[in-house]
């Protein structure tokens, strides 16, 4: 059964940091490419990082260049998303997704930037 589980999200103050984990079952996370998203409350779900499946090469949001970093760990079968100098605007529900020869989505963890 495919699956992918995020963790680590909670609540930071702005300028902190948090760790947001995604571990995947059911498939084989080298033959992905692994991205996250976030939704905030009346937004649209929007890009935020993206780890390609070869090469290593990542991309990022505009908005989270420069504070975020993706990576990810095949052994573990593990993507991550380190989040740093956060923001309020950073509040959302964080979104994991694996694509592939199929494409998958998380259930999502809360994130959430206030003092």
């Known amino acids: 059964q495919v699956q992918l589980v995020e963790s680590g999200g909670g609540l930071v103050q702005p300028g902190g940091s948090l760790r947001l984990s995604c571990a995947a079952s059911?498939?084989?996370?080298?033959?992905?490419?692994m991205a996250w998203y976030r939704q905030a409350p009346g937004k649209e779900r929007e890009f935020v990082a993206t780890?390609?499946?070869?090469?290593?090469?990542?991309n990022y949001a505009g908005s989270v260049k420069g504070r975020f970093t993706i990576s990810r760990d095949n052994a573990k079968n593990t993507v991550y998303l380190q989040m740093s100098s956060m923001k309020p605007e950073d509040t959302a529900v964080y979104y994991c997704?694996?694509?592939?020869?199929?494409?998958?989505w998380g259930q999502g963890t809360q994130v959430t930037v206030s003092s």
């Open positions: 780890s390609f499946k070869s090469g290593g090469t990542t």
């Open positions: 059911g498939f084989r996370l080298s033959s992905y490419t």
């Open positions: 997704k694996g694509i592939g020869p199929g494409v998958y």
